[in-house]
C-alpha cells in the first residue's frame, strides 16, 4: 500500500522568504504522480504543482518548485518570495498511474500549515 | 468553464441519521472522487465513479454509497450517522478513461456535523 509522509505539522516564514516543505512517500510501483495541493481557509483543494515519475527535470510553476528524488521518495516544495497569500495548509498527494480506466484515486499526507508572516 | 459545485455548503444530523451530499462535476469532466477528510487530517477516498459506474472503493463501510449521472453528477448518501462521520466532504472532478494524466480538480467541501 502507498503511503505519504508530512513530518512538518506547522512551519512559519517572512514575506519575501524562501521555504521548503518536505515530503516522504512510500511505494513499490514505478509510473506515478506526485502533487502538492493547497487549501486555504476558504476550503477548496487548489493544485500547485505536479511531477510526473518518469520525469527526470523537477517541475516548476512560477514561484512554486519541487525537488523530487525519486530513489529517495522524497518530493519536497520550495516556495520563493512568500506572499500573504500563501498561507494555507499544503497537501502532499500520491497517485499511481493507472490504464485503461482505472481507478486513479489521491492518497494525501496529513498536511503542513504554513503561516507567512509580514 | 463552470468549476465543481458542492452543495449543502454545511449540515448538521444527528446520529442515525441518513443524508445526501451533491456534486456537479466540471464542464467535460466524466469522473467523479469524493474524498473525507476529518479534522486536521488529510482527505482519505471514499469512492470514484466514472460513466456512472463505480470505479474503485477506499476503505469505508457499504453504508456510504453513490450514483453518479448522466451528466456526470454525483451523489454521495450516507446512511446511520455515527459521530465519527463529522468532518469535510469533498467532491473532485476529473477527465478519466484514457486521459490519465488530467489532475482532480476539487470543489469547496460540505462540512457534516453529526451531533
Known amino acids: 500500500a502507498q503511503t505519504v509522509t508530512q513530518s512538518q505539522p506547522e512551519m512559519s516564514v517572512q514575506e519575501a522568504e524562501t521555504v521548503t516543505l518536505s515530503c516522504t512517500y512510500d511505494t513499490s510501483e514505478n509510473n506515478y504522480y506526485l502533487f502538492w495541493y493547497k487549501q486555504p481557509p476558504s476550503r477548496q483543494m487548489i493544485l500547485v504543482i505536479r511531477?510526473?515519475?518518469?520525469?527526470?527535470q523537477n517541475a516548476t510553476e512560477n514561484r512554486f518548485s519541487v525537488n523530487f528524488q525519486k530513489a529517495a521518495k522524497s518530493f519536497s516544495l520550495k516556495i520563493s518570495d512568500s506572499q500573504l497569500g500563501d498561507t494555507a495548509m499544503y497537501f502532499c498527494?500520491?497517485?499511481?498511474?493507472?490504464?485503461?480506466?482505472?481507478?486513479?484515486?489521491?492518497?494525501f499526507g496529513t498536511g503542513t500549515l504554513l503561516a507567512v508572516q509580514p | 468553464e463552470t468549476g465543481v459545485t458542492q452543495s449543502p455548503t454545511h449540515l448538521i444530523k444527528t446520529r442515525g441519521q441518513q443524508v445526501t451530499l451533491r456534486c456537479s462535476s466540471q464542464s467535460g469532466h466524466n469522473t467523479v472522487s469524493w474524498y473525507q477528510q476529518a479534522l486536521g487530517q488529510g482527505p482519505q477516498f471514499i469512492f470514484q465513479?466514472?460513466?456512472?459506474?463505480?470505479?474503485g472503493r477506499g476503505n469505508f463501510p457499504p453504508r456510504f454509497s453513490g450514483l453518479q449521472f448522466p451528466n456526470y453528477s454525483s451523489e454521495l448518501n450516507v446512511n446511520a450517522l455515527e459521530l465519527d462521520d463529522s468532518a469535510l466532504y469533498l467532491c473532485?472532478?476529473?477527465?478519466?478513461?484514457?486521459?490519465?494524466?488530467?489532475?482532480?480538480?476539487f470543489g469547496d467541501g460540505t462540512r457534516l456535523s453529526i451531533l
Open positions: 511531477q510526473e515519475a518518469y520525469k527526470q
Open positions: 473532485a472532478s476529473s477527465l478519466g478513461g484514457t486521459a490519465i494524466n488530467q489532475p482532480q480538480h
Open positions: 498527494a500520491f497517485m499511481t498511474l493507472n490504464y485503461g480506466g482505472a481507478t486513479n484515486k489521491l492518497i
Open positions: 465513479y466514472y460513466r456512472e459506474e463505480e470505479n
